[in-house]
């Protein structure tokens, strides 16, 4: 079993695809400060994609790199995990890392066979993929972190949490003032989110 430093785990259940309620986009229009883009997101994308590589043999992009904006909309797919986030005083909020079923299964698929040696065929998000896929998320916020100790953008964290549906997630909007989006491509799984929502 993997090493979690999780401490908190909300309700963990999943409905099957024709009983999941068709998620609508929730969107906050605002404009996106370049020090929030180059100084915290940039970061956060690049390790995303190194880790990607380094604990699942995945190959991710994203649109960020090539200085396309954000996008201000966010929609709660089927897994995500949620960090609370303040730097140094100035910016407060919500990191997500949004997943939909089969991307979040095959990655975390992917990263439990690198981490363990074996071939993992996992067909559902059971908890060993939701364990494999925290420890991903805590692995690319402690590498993202680094970037910014010593700086004027001296991120703290707070517990990550699972949420597995809309109405478990239904906070995550509330006191929100900004919503910027970050896809991640990877070639041959899909597509997940990785989202700063601002205070």
């Known amino acids: 079993m993997l090493a979690l430093k999780l401490a908190i785990l909300l309700p963990m259940f999943s409905l099957p695809k024709t009983q999941r309620s068709v998620m609508e986009f929730m969107e906050i ?97 059971n908890n060993d993929v939701r364990e494999a896929l925290a420890e991903f998320s805590n692995t690319v916020i402690g590498l993202a972190t680094r970037h910014f100790n010593g700086t004027e953008y001296k991120t703290t964290f707070g517990t990550p949490l699972y949420l597995l549906n809309k109405e478990d997630g239904e906070f995550l909007l509330e006191g929100i003032k900004q919503i910027l989006t970050v896809p991640i491509d990877i070639a041959g799984v899909g597509r997940f989110y990785f989202s700063y929502l601002l205070n």
């Open 29 to 125: 229009q605002g404009v996106l400060p370049d020090n929030i883009r180059n100084k915290i997101l940039l970061p956060f994308v690049d390790e995303t994609i190194a880790t990607l590589h380094t604990m699942a043999d995945l190959e991710g992009k994203s649109d960020l790199l090539s200085y396309r904006d954000p996008l201000d909309v966010f929609v709660f797919k089927d897994f995500a995990v949620c960090i609370a986030a303040k730097t140094a005083g100035r910016f407060s909020g919500k990191i997500i890392m949004n997943y939909d079923v089969e991307t979040a299964v095959a990655i975390g698929n992917r990263v439990r066979a690198k981490m363990l040696g074996t071939v993992e065929e996992s067909t559902v998000l």
